[in-house]
């Protein structure tokens, strides 16, 4: 059984939640986010709070969904009131960052430069080394926050490429002098 889907969920002020054919649609100040949600939840909206429960509570797949889907319904909520945002810090020597209108543009040591396309619904900012993205969509910040890491992770000798602010990178000692 989900704890996190056993509690109401409040709906916060100026934000509206709708349920219709299957599709669930989040308003808010910042935009607006749907998704489609499975027949083996039933979403309730009655007043300021979101109630989920499991259509059939001895299948196993519907119970499984209805923590997945609170926590989904959470995420909406917090995206459409306050958004999300995710830090990454480029370290190394000749390692650069730039926005370009809707392109990212990396110089990371390859022979070439790197440019990585900005997905439409996401803000990236690029100062020095440090580049923040942010959006309302919880899934796609973190996606493509990931996808730009994934270009230069951090090795462990130096510490050079991609790291998220907060992320600590375990350090080898390396070759000792006989």
Known sequence: MSRIAKQPIPIPANTEVALSEGVLT???PKGTLTRAVKPDVVILIDGGHVTLMPKDDTSIFSRALWGTYASHVKNMLVGVNAGYSKKLIL???????????????LALGFSHGVVVPIPQGLTVTAEKNNITISGIDKEMVGQFAAKVRAM??????????FRYDGEVIRRKQGKKAA
Do not use: H, I, Q, R
């Open 26 to 28: 989040v308003k808010g």
């Open 91 to 105: 370290e190394g020597v000749g390692f650069k960052s730039e926005v370009k209108g809707t392109d990212l543009n």
């Open 152 to 161: 230069k992770k951090p090795e462990p000798y130096k510490g050079k490429g």
